[in-house]
């Protein structure tokens, strides 16, 4: 169950991605049902084991939807699965699931809205947390509860390896234009003469238009609402993607990057990747293996790590080649929903998930206050 779902009427955002990504890898193993809100109530079958209901909400705000019906399509469900952690569905989806019998699982994607959550702690009609990574999991929410970090994944068929190990040599941020994705930096880092393909969303006016005065005399392009044959095509060409997540002067990225998936779109499509040492980043990117880690808020090491690429097609190569084998050995659709299928079954049997080296106590990871 997710507040909201994938689709320009709703967000067009990693969060809303996951979950439709892991229900459709989910179905090849299970009965799936999605379960969202919109202004319209639709239900469709996707395929023999996986059902997308979306649910008229009854509210105005987007992330604060409500519908009576919930109930109705979580009886009967063994495992219950959310998305988002502080938000209305999650908390009346993890009561509702206790209540019947279910487990209850809650893989928090970041952000949040008004939620009960916020002065009643639903953790305890949880059966554990599945966090998207490790740093998500150092603050989860509530009391102690079981974890199993699942990460995120990229489907290898619609993000094929690069037909041919070259590039044309430029570089591209891929994801929503905000300033928490720190493209002001990566602007202002970019070598001269490089090109630039800033490729995503413009949910922030003032900030594209900043960003377009800072790209003055240099080769960036803005592709806004592109399609995803057009990104693939985009990655498969590109030397590397930035992803240029800053911190704030405590040297925090906090909720905002608690897993990159454009990185590893980029990785299996054979695209080093330039990121911040921060956040889940360093999770993802292996340093001198898949690209590189770089300080962040810092325009002259990204200008640095991309002049090298440029300027050494031997590294490149191998970085390249490098790079898909990190996504196909642990970053695919159908891995991470192994490692949900392990926590739920474990649930089943012990009623926590089992004391696997993946699995931990949520104190010992610190609790959000």
């Known amino acids: 169950m997710t507040p909201t779902y994938f689709a320009a009427e709703s967000y067009l955002g990693g969060g809303e991605r996951f979950a439709e990504e892991l229900a459709r890898a989910m179905a090849r193993r299970a009965d799936v049902k999605l379960v969202s809100f919109g202004r319209r109530a639709r239900r469709e079958r996707i395929g023999p084991a996986y059902e997308r209901v979306i649910l008229r909400s009854w509210s105005r705000q987007k992330m604060v939807p409500f519908s009576p019906w919930l109930g109705r399509e979580l009886r009967g469900a063994d495992v219950v699965h959310c998305h988002q952690y502080y938000v209305l569905p999650t908390f009346l989806a993890a009561l509702l699931g206790h209540r019947q019998g279910s487990r209850v699982f809650v893989?928090?994607?970041?952000?949040?809205?008004?939620?009960?959550?916020?002065?009643?702690?639903?953790?305890?009609?949880?059966?554990?947390?599945?966090?998207?990574?490790?740093?998500?999991?150092?603050?989860?929410?509530?009391?102690?509860?079981?974890?199993?970090?699942?990460?995120?994944?990229?489907?290898?068929?619609?993000?094929?390896?690069?037909?041919?190990?070259?590039?044309?040599?430029?570089?591209?941020?891929?994801?929503?234009?905000?300033?928490?994705?720190?493209?002001?930096?990566?602007?202002?880092?970019?070598?001269?003469?490089?090109?630039?393909?800033?490729?995503?969303?413009?949910?922030?006016?003032?900030?594209?238009?900043?960003?377009?005065?800072?790209?003055?005399?240099?080769?960036?392009?803005?592709?806004?609402?592109?399609?995803?044959?057009?990104?693939?095509?985009?990655?498969?060409?590109?030397?590397?993607?930035?992803?240029?997540?800053?911190?704030?002067?405590?040297?925090?990225?906090?909720?905002?990057?608690?897993?990159g998936l454009a990185p590893v779109e980029a990785m299996a499509c054979g695209c080093p990747v330039v990121a911040s040492r921060a956040a889940s980043l360093p999770e993802i990117v292996e340093h001198e293996r898949t690209g590189f880690l770089v300080p962040p808020n810092d325009p002259p090491a990204i200008a640095a790590a991309l002049s090298r690429l440029a300027g050494d097609p031997g590294l490149w190569r191998q970085l390249s080649a490098q790079a898909r084998r990190r996504v196909e050995t642990r970053f695919t659709w159908d891995q991470v929903a192994d490692r949900c299928l392990a926590a739920y079954a474990a649930a089943a049997e012990t009623g926590v998930p089992s004391a696997a080296p993946t699995v931990a106590s949520a104190r010992r990871a610190g609790e959000r206050p």
Not at 121 to 147: C, E, F, K, N, V
Not at 214 to 232: E, N, P, Q, T
Not at 247 to 255: C, F, H, I, S, T
């Open 107 to 259: 893989s928090d994607l970041g952000g949040g809205a008004w939620t009960p959550g916020f002065h009643v702690d639903q953790s305890r009609w949880i059966s554990g947390h599945l966090p998207i990574s490790d740093y998500a999991a150092r603050t989860l929410p509530g009391r102690p509860r079981p974890y199993r970090v699942i990460f995120c994944g990229v489907d290898l068929e619609r993000y094929p390896r690069r037909p041919v190990p070259e590039h044309d040599g430029s570089a591209v941020s891929l994801g929503r234009i905000l300033p928490h994705k720190g493209l002001h930096f990566l602007i202002a880092g970019l070598p001269p003469g490089m090109t630039l393909h800033v490729v995503g969303s413009a949910l922030d006016a003032a900030y594209l238009e900043r960003l377009r005065a800072l790209a003055a005399g240099k080769d960036v392009r803005f592709h806004l609402g592109l399609a995803d044959a057009a990104v693939i095509a985009i990655l498969q060409r590109a030397m590397a993607l930035v992803h240029p997540t800053p911190v704030d002067p405590g040297g925090n990225a906090r909720e905002h990057e608690l897993f």
